[in-house]
Every structure is written in C-alpha cells, then in structure tokens.
C-alpha cells in the first residue's frame, strides 16, 4: 500500500481501525479497559475498531515513539486484519506521525487530531465552528513540513530531478504557512470580538443573577441534570462530546429565587492544548459561575481518574481566568465548588458511595433522571436547597431602609427576603428583615440605595463590604 500523502482531511468515518498505545509508568488509564475510552472516541469518529495493540516501556522513542520493532509488528498487525488507520493514545510529533506512516503504509493519527476531528463534526454555532477551525490550524501549523514529503522527494534527487525542479516542495511550504498564519490571525481577531462581548455578558449576568456552572468529565451527564432542572433542552446522549456549546437558562430554586444555570463542554484526559485554548470563551463561562457542580459519573470504574482530570482542568482555568480579570481590573471571586454523584442508580451496591462521601464531605449522590424518565431522581431535591441556600448566602437579622420610588429593590425585598414588620415614611420604606448576604451585594451591585443596619450578633456587615447610610 503507498505511503498516504495527502492530509487536509483527517476524517476516519468507516475506517477499519487499529489502536496503539504506549504505557509509561504513570500512566493514566483504566488497567480493566485500557483502550476504552480511545475505542469510544474512535467509534463517535465513525470508525471500526478491528484491533488493539499496546507496548510499555519507560521512555518513548523518539524518532518512531514505539520503537522500530514495534512499528514492524504494527504494520503485519494491520496487514493481517486489513485495517486502513492507526489511532495513538498520545500525542506524536510530526516527524514520529511520517516515520511511523513510511512504514506502516496507513494513516496515523494522534489523540488530538481524533478529538479535533470529532470537535469539528459536532460543531453547530458559528463561535464553536471558528473555535475548531483555530483549533485545527494551530495543531496543523508545525506539522506543514511532514505533510509535504512527497514534494521533497522530487527536490531531494538535486541533480537527478534537472534544472526547473528544484524549490516547488519549499516554495508550496512557505505558501501553505502563510496561509494558516493568514487565516489563524483572522479566526483570532473575530473570536476576540465574541470573547469580548461573551466575556461582557457574563459579567452583567452574575451582577444581575447568582450563576451556577455544570461542569464534567464528558459523558457524565451534565445535559441531563441540565434538562433536569431547567426548560432548557439541552441535547443529551450516551456519547462522547454530545455538547460543544454553552447554554444557559434560568432554574427556579423556590422561594423565589432564580439563578442562572450554564451547561458545558465536557472534559477529557490529555484534551488538546489548542483546544483548550480555542474554546477558553466558553469554558471561562464556568469559571465566573458562582458556584461550579462537578457532575461525576459514580458508576464508571475510571471515575477517580475522570476527577482528577477535571479538578486539574478547572484549576488551570481558574488560575488563567483570575489573571484575565486581574489585568482588566475586575475583582475575582472563586466559585464553589459542590461535587455531585450522578448514575447512582447503576451502582449495585453504596460501597463507592461511601469512599466518595468520605474523600469530598458534602457530595451529593444524584440520578438526574426523573422516575416518568426510568431513573430515580433521587438527590435532585438537596440539590435544589443546597443551591438556593447558596444563593441567599449567610442569612442576616437586618433593618434596612429603601426609598419606596425604588420599585425594583422594593420588589426584590419582598420576594427573596423574609419581612417580619414594615415601616412607612413619607419616602421610604423601613423593613425589619432576615436576608442572605449575598442577595444584599446583588442589591448593591445592581445600584440600590439602602440604609442598612445589623440587628444580630454577627459580624458587621460593612465588614462583608457593605456600608452604612445612603450609598451607591
């Protein structure tokens, strides 16, 4: 089979397929299943998984990453079960994808180009499909010169190609650069526009709303407690990556409060820098949420290791986002974060259940479906009352005093605090009052005008920022 040259698709859809993978010591994967997750990737690609095949060492190699023999092995491993692509675990270079391709005679592909390709068959919104193109561009860029061996070739022979032959691989090279630069530098200059505004209306929504932010190793099922709890109808389905998109909608959390609750892109091991990178808009969304709910799936036997991915993920995120809003001058909050349990209906037994409780005090053990959808819907109701106390913040005995032309703070008032006696003035009105905090710095932020006195034993509530008097 010749050696494939072309490779501005990367599409593997009905490709019979081979995975490879090289275990080093630390690896993270599930030893029961150890290419389960690359197999899942691969099928929600379109491909067919004919073979597997692994090798552990405690270094890679560095010109063909598995070794020579190995690559040998690979290549009669391909032959025997006619299969017309390989899929690494792993990251490879550009040299070690062209080295390991004159060899085999197949396509090689790493796990970021297989996740790329996947990002970029499920993107829908124009930010998304702009992310994925930057994404892939980026990615693409330091792997030009690999992708045109088959003009070196011809420029190699020197005097045997003759005069006229020499420079079409270097000058097509050098054209194909500017290309991606060109494009790479446009794609960023309009995502910045989206981010900007994206970045401007997150900020008004957590001054006007308490905002929470689902956030997930991917297919944990983030849309599901999403539709759950909101109107939001949200796309939901048993695979990989079923949500490349923010959406956000209101969830009533009784008493009359509302919040804002987002859904997410999911997580996954070794996600592409690029990606990471091209998607930061929208996964930024998650970071200025007030409170982050970690959707983890309980019965999944590689949940520890899904976490972890996912706590090292958002503190990345968080870190990079504090820095943003640092430079621009905004105060950063960090959210908190509450860890919820999900597909506990699936558990034969409490036994994971009790080692989660014991190593996150607090989690919550939750079936997002409601029992007309077959699940259980058990854990949905705390979930609901931790949220809404999170939302009121630490409750204060107050006397605040509000000009009664200020309809809107009056309005709030009377329908999220609770009003144990009023006062009327010629021009206000004067509430004795228990209110959480953080419905008195909503108030605030959004320029009402309040008196304010503690009646309580806490501390002072200027201290949580407040002041006392007339203030804006």
Same mark, same amino acid.
């Given at each position: 089979?010749?050696?494939?040259?072309?490779?501005?698709?990367?599409?593997?859809?009905?490709?019979?397929?081979?995975?490879?993978?090289?275990?080093?010591?630390?690896?993270?994967?599930?030893?029961?299943?150890?290419?389960?997750?690359?197999?899942?990737?691969?099928?929600?690609?379109?491909?067919?998984?004919?073979?597997?095949?692994?090798?552990?060492?405690?270094?890679?190699?560095?010109?063909?990453?598995?070794?020579?023999?190995?690559?040998?092995?690979?290549?009669?491993?391909?032959?025997?079960?006619?299969?017309?692509?390989?899929?690494?675990?792993?990251?490879?270079?550009?040299?070690?994808?062209?080295?390991?391709?004159?060899?085999?005679?197949?396509?090689?592909?790493?796990?970021?180009?297989?996740?790329?390709?996947?990002?970029?068959?499920?993107?829908?919104?124009?930010?998304?499909?702009?992310?994925?193109?930057?994404?892939?561009?980026?990615?693409?860029?330091?792997?030009?010169?690999?992708?045109?061996?088959?003009?070196?070739?011809?420029?190699?022979?020197?005097?045997?190609?003759?005069?006229?032959?020499?420079?079409?691989?270097?000058?097509?090279?050098?054209?194909?650069?500017?290309?991606?630069?060109?494009?790479?530098?446009?794609?960023?200059?309009?995502?910045?526009?989206?981010?900007?505004?994206?970045?401007?209306?997150?900020?008004?929504?957590?001054?006007?709303?308490?905002?929470?932010?689902?956030?997930?190793?991917?297919?944990?099922?983030?849309?599901?407690?999403?539709?759950?709890?909101?109107?939001?109808?949200?796309?939901?389905?048993?695979?990989?990556?079923?949500?490349?998109?923010?959406?956000?909608?209101?969830?009533?959390?009784?008493?009359?409060?509302?919040?804002?609750?987002?859904?997410?892109?999911?997580?996954?091991?070794?996600?592409?820098?690029?990606?990471?990178?091209?998607?930061? %808009?929208? &996964?930024?969304?998650?970071? !200025?949420?007030?409170?982050?709910? #970690?959707? $983890?799936? +309980?019965?999944? =036997?590689?949940?520890?290791?899904?976490?972890?991915?996912?706590?090292?993920?958002?503190?990345?995120?968080?870190?990079?986002?504090?820095?943003?809003?640092?430079?621009?001058?905004?105060?950063?909050?960090?959210?908190?974060?509450?860890?919820?349990?999900?597909?506990?209906?699936?558990?034969?037994?409490? %036994?994971? &259940?009790?080692?989660?409780? !014991?190593?996150?005090?607090?989690? #919550?053990? $939750?079936? +997002?479906?409601? =029992?007309?959808?077959?699940?259980?819907?058990?854990?949905?109701?705390?979930?609901?009352?931790?949220?809404?106390?999170?939302?009121?913040?630490?409750?204060?005995?107050?006397?605040?005093?509000?000009?009664?032309?200020?309809?809107?703070?009056?309005?709030?008032?009377?329908?999220?605090?609770?009003?144990?006696?009023?006062?009327?003035?010629?021009?206000?009105?004067?509430?004795?009052?228990?209110?959480?905090?953080?419905?008195?710095?909503?108030?605030?932020?959004?320029?009402?005008?309040?008196?304010?006195?503690?009646?309580?034993?806490?501390?002072?509530?200027?201290?949580?920022?407040?002041?006392?008097?007339?203030?804006?």
């Amino acid at each position: 089979m010749p050696v494939p040259t072309e490779r501005s698709t990367i599409s593997v859809v009905s490709e019979r397929v081979v995975l490879a993978a090289l275990r080093l010591p630390g690896s993270r994967h599930d030893p029961n299943s150890p290419f389960g997750e690359l197999r899942a990737l691969a099928e929600q690609a379109g491909a067919t998984v004919v073979a597997e095949m692994e090798q552990h060492r405690n270094k890679p190699e560095s010109g063909t990453f598995i070794g020579a023999g190995k690559v040998e092995e690979l290549k009669a491993l391909c032959e025997q079960v006619n299969a017309t692509t390989v899929i690494f675990d792993h990251g490879l270079s550009p040299a070690q994808i062209c080295n390991i391709e004159e060899v085999t005679g197949r396509k090689i592909l790493d796990r970021s180009e297989l996740i790329l390709d996947i990002f970029a068959s499920r993107a829908t919104t124009h930010e998304a499909k702009l992310q994925v193109e930057l994404a892939q561009l980026e990615y693409t860029f330091p792997r030009l010169r690999a992708m045109w061996t088959h003009l070196e070739r011809i420029v190699g022979a020197g005097a045997i190609a003759g005069i006229g032959t020499r420079g079409p691989g270097e000058q097509q090279l050098e054209l194909d650069r500017r290309i991606v630069m060109r494009r790479s530098t446009e794609l960023r200059r309009d995502l910045a526009i989206i981010q900007a505004r994206k970045r401007r209306e997150v900020q008004k929504r957590r001054v006007d709303h308490f905002t929470v932010g689902l956030v997930g190793y991917t297919n944990a099922g983030k849309s599901t407690v999403f539709n759950t709890l909101t109107a939001g109808g949200a796309y939901a389905d048993d695979r990989l990556f079923a949500t490349l998109m923010t959406r956000t909608r209101e969830w009533d959390v009784g008493g009359g409060q509302r919040v804002m609750l987002s859904d997410t892109v999911g997580f996954v091991r070794d996600l592409p820098h690029d990606l990471v990178a091209s998607f930061k %808009a929208t &996964l930024e969304e998650a970071t !200025h949420a007030d409170v982050l709910l #970690i959707v $983890l799936d +309980a019965s999944d =036997p590689t949940s520890e290791m899904q976490y972890q991915v996912v706590t090292e993920t958002l503190d990345e995120l968080c870190d990079a986002t504090k820095k943003a809003d640092e430079r621009e001058g905004l105060v950063w909050r960090e959210p908190e974060r509450l860890l919820l349990l999900n597909k506990t209906d699936r558990l034969t037994d409490n %036994a994971a &259940l009790l080692v989660w409780q !014991h190593r996150v005090p607090g989690c #919550i053990p $939750l079936c +997002a479906l409601a =029992p007309e959808n077959g699940g259980t819907g058990v854990g949905m109701e705390e979930l609901r009352l931790r949220v809404a106390a999170a939302s009121r913040g630490t409750e204060r005995h107050c006397r605040i005093e509000v000009p009664m032309a200020d309809a809107k703070t009056v309005s709030t008032i009377e329908n999220r605090a609770q009003v144990l006696s009023r006062e009327y003035t010629d021009t206000t009105v004067i509430y004795d009052l228990k209110i959480g905090m953080n419905q008195i710095e909503k108030l605030r932020a959004a320029g009402a005008k309040m008196k304010i006195q503690s009646l309580d034993a806490g501390p002072a509530i200027r201290d949580a920022g407040m002041e006392f008097g007339w203030g804006r």
